[in-house]
């Protein structure tokens, strides 16, 4: 089951999202996984009003990220690597670049929704099974002053 984190993001800040993904039993035996070889992870944004995907995050580019959109869509590699994160570091570092709420950005004519969904998927490539880790909300602040 996906843990639950809702962020606040000012517009024209980076936003970073770090995580440790663990597996255990239980919470206090689960220890963290070492993601460096045979995983990938994805992240989508979605408006919450119409549900429309507005920006996608992977560990690996890939060519066609809407399977529903015909042709390729633009997607980000997910800025970090994935990594061991055995010593407590977090394992999965994604960083939502601020040009996404600045002018021509794919958030700032939607900006007067407010808060946008989002949920990261995790991808054994080995097995091809994957689970949805994280879910929630992006609630985004307008600025004032925007600096590109």
Not at 13 to 35: F, H, P
Not at 103 to 125: A, H, I, K, M, Q
Request: proline share 4%; net charge negative; charged share 20%.
């Amino acid at each position: 089951m996906a843990s639950l984190s809702n962020f606040t993001w000012s517009q024209g800040d980076d936003l970073t999202i770090d995580l440790i993904y663990k597996e255990g039993a239980t919470a206090d035996t689960a220890s963290a996984v070492d993601l460096t070889t045979g995983y990938s992870v994805r992240m989508d944004i979605v408006s919450h009003v119409d549900k429309v995907r507005l920006y996608t995050f992977n560990s690996d580019d890939i060519a066609d990220v809407d399977p529903i959109a015909t042709g390729d869509q633009p997607d980000s590699v997910i800025e970090g690597t994935l990594s061991a994160g055995l010593d407590g570091t977090p394992n999965i570092s994604i960083t939502v670049p601020r040009s996404l709420t600045l002018p021509g950005g794919p958030l700032f004519s939607r900006l007067s929704e407010g808060t946008f969904n989002y949920d990261v998927f995790l991808r054994n490539t080995s097995t091809n099974k994957q689970a949805k880790i994280l879910k929630g909300t992006i609630a985004v602040e307008e600025s004032y002053t925007l600096w590109e």
